[in-house]
Every structure is written in structure tokens, then in C-alpha cells.
């Protein structure tokens, strides 16, 4: 009798920093906190534009990358990332978006986003992005 081949995981990436999760959905934040705490990372998060701003200046010399919702109540994707842009310059962002990545970023014309995963995204591919701009 033959033995079925054990089907192969991916190996999981073992990370290290701190990520500032920005969405003001639930349903978003709460997968993609447990896949980047699972690979290892610290998560701080926010519902909203204003708050990442808040956090991200309190926080700017601990955070490694920021991944942030393109549509928010009180402060949107583009008005953040300028803000956190003003705190640091070289801030890594993200952007995360139902819009595909042409209709996002065109918002961002002369910013420099660290990537783009467009939305709805398994938790795999959200953790390979951010280990391509963490890497990179």
C-alpha cells in the first residue's frame, strides 16, 4: 500500500517589528492582526486616518511599516499617509484598497507608497507583501 505524499506547507515567516494596522473595518483588522502577530510581528492599530496620525507620532521610531485603508471616516487613506509623510519622511506605507491599484494610487501622485495589496486579501498574501517591503 502506497502512503498519500505529505502535502507541503509554506514555511512561515518568522518576522520581527512593529506594523500600525489602519482600517475601519473589523472584518479587515482582525484577520490581518492575527496573521502578522502569528509571523511574529507587534501590531498597533487604528480605526481611522486621525487616529493612525496619533499613533504613528507617538510611535514613529517603532513602526516599520504602516498598512493603511484607502476609504476612512474622519481622515482618509491620501490625507494620512501626507501626514505621516510630514512626521517621517521615509515612512514605509502600504495602501489597501477595493479600488484596483491604478484607481488607488493615482490619489498618490507624487508620494512614494512602499506597495499596494488590493482588498479583499488572504492573510498569506497580505504577510508575503509585507515581507517583500520589509525585506526588500
Not at 5 to 25: F, M, Q, Y
Not at 50 to 55: K, M
Not at 61 to 89: C, H, W, Y
Amino acid at each position: 500500500r502506497q502512503q498519500e505524499p505529505e502535502k507541503k506547507r509554506p514555511a512561515i515567516w518568522k518576522a520581527s517589528g512593529t506594523i500600525l494596522l489602519v482600517d475601519d473595518e473589523d472584518m479587515v483588522r482582525f484577520p490581518a492582526r492575527r496573521a502578522l502577530e502569528m509571523s511574529g510581528l507587534t501590531v498597533l492599530e487604528a480605526v481611522d486616518g486621525l487616529e493612525a496620525v496619533d499613533i504613528f507620532r507617538e510611535h514613529a521610531d517603532e513602526i516599520d511599516v504602516v498598512l493603511m485603508d484607502m476609504t476612512m471616516p474622519r481622515m482618509n487613506g491620501p490625507e494620512a499617509f501626507e501626514q505621516i509623510i510630514r512626521i517621517k519622511s521615509d515612512a514605509r506605507v502600504i495602501l489597501s484598497s477595493g479600488y484596483s491599484e491604478s484607481d488607488a494610487t493615482s490619489q498618490f501622485a507624487d508620494a512614494s507608497l512602499a506597495g499596494f495589496i488590493q482588498k479583499p486579501y488572504r492573510p498569506s498574501e497580505l504577510i508575503a507583501k509585507l515581507r517583500g517591503v520589509m525585506e526588500g
